[in-house]
């Protein structure tokens, strides 16, 4: 069964393929109304500090904004992807644009630490920044316009509850985490811990990054499972790719996948779904990167002086079984 979680928050609405933006007191500083941006036939120019190459979801995500921030939509996007996924590569080409006076600066930020500097310099040149995917810690919402992307928190929680529900009597279980200082590792974590830190059937063998990384993970958990005699019932991974490189260790070590060791994963990507259509990870919540239209609204809305939510939620679905993932192949897009 799949299940789409549209979450209802304190924060915000979005209704699939459409956006709610309520006008509730904004959590940044909105463009000037008299910005010169989209003004007769000239193009807005958004400047897009980008991760670059990362996986799957990374790429379905920049390239949807790419392909909605095109010169027939009005606008001139100039892509920005990190070196190597550098933070510096980031702060540069972010400080470039704000020199340049780009009218709209979209960041994914490689680091949720170090921005303050940049993100004040933007403020100063009243240039309006909208995060991406990831947030910033802290999490100053003076100092951004918006935050477009899933709850990680909500996602992590829909993992921690399947959990709860395929191990009534708890279980041994991995994290396998992304990068240290990942804003959304650090979300994923606290949504997790939220529901299943309480369960003391639940033992937590430990957690380790894997860098998003199919063959990292592989290797990690290659260790923890000689390491724990193979007595490990769950995985939680914090992305697809991980999830993978969980699948290959444990097949390596004769185990089962889906049966001896249940695999759930974050981001919903065609080879998870696979994997999950075939019985090898046993649970996928979606997060969600084709929100390149709902970031335009927002563009549109912040340069005509409306205010917006500080956080707007993309809605995600979950899949819980092989039947639900075979349903969704035909159609996936990323
Ligand atoms: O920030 C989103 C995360 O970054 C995705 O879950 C992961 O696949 C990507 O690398």
């Not at 279980?173 to 059937?201: C, H, K, M, Q």
């Amino acid at each position: 069964m799949s299940i789409t979680r549209g979450f209802t928050t304190t924060i915000g609405l979005v209704a699939a393929g459409a956006l709610a933006l309520g006008l509730a007191g904004c959590g940044g500083a909105s463009a000037d109304p008299d910005s010169s941006a989209g003004g007769d036939g000239d193009l807005t120019t958004v400047g897009f500090v980008a991760v670059g190459p990362e996986g799957a979801w990374r790429k379905a995500n920049e390239q949807n904004i790419q392909d909605t921030f095109t010169t027939d939509a009005g606008y001139e996007l100039k892509y920005a992807p990190a070196a190597k996924l550098d933070q510096k590569s980031q702060i540069d080409a972010f400080t470039s644009f704000v020199d340049e006076g780009v009218d709209v600066i979209l960041l994914s930020a490689t680091e949720g630490s170090g921005w303050e500097d940049s993100l004040t310099r933007a403020q100063e040149a009243e240039i309006p920044v909208i995060l991406i995917d990831r947030g910033i810690e802290p999490d100053n919402t003076d100092l951004y316009v918006t935050r477009i992307a899933p709850d990680n928190k909500e996602v992590s929680a829909s993992v921690a509850e399947w959990a709860q529900s395929e191990f009534p009597d708890g279980a041994k279980y991995f994290v396998l985490e992304g990068p240290a200082g990942v804003s959304v590792v650090n979300e994923r974590n606290e949504g997790w811990d939220e529901v299943i830190g309480a369960e003391s059937t639940f033992e937590k063998l430990g957690a380790q990054t894997a860098n998003w990384s199919t063959e990292e993970a592989k290797s990690v958990f290659e260790t923890v499972l000689k390491s724990n005699n193979n007595d490990v019932q769950m995985v939680f991974a914090q992305n697809d790719e991980m999830g993978l490189g969980a699948v290959q260790a444990v097949e390596e070590a004769g185990l089962v996948p889906g049966e001896d060791v249940k695999i759930a994963t974050i981001d919903g990507t065609k080879n998870a779904l696979q994997a999950l259509a075939d019985g090898k990870l046993s649970f996928v919540a979606e997060y969600n990167p084709l929100f390149g239209e709902t970031a335009m609204e927002v563009v549109e809305k912040v340069l005509a002086g409306e205010d917006v939510e500080p956080y707007i939620i993309v809605p995600s679905e979950t899949f819980d079984s092989p039947e639900a993932a075979s349903e969704a192949l035909p159609e996936r897009q990323f």
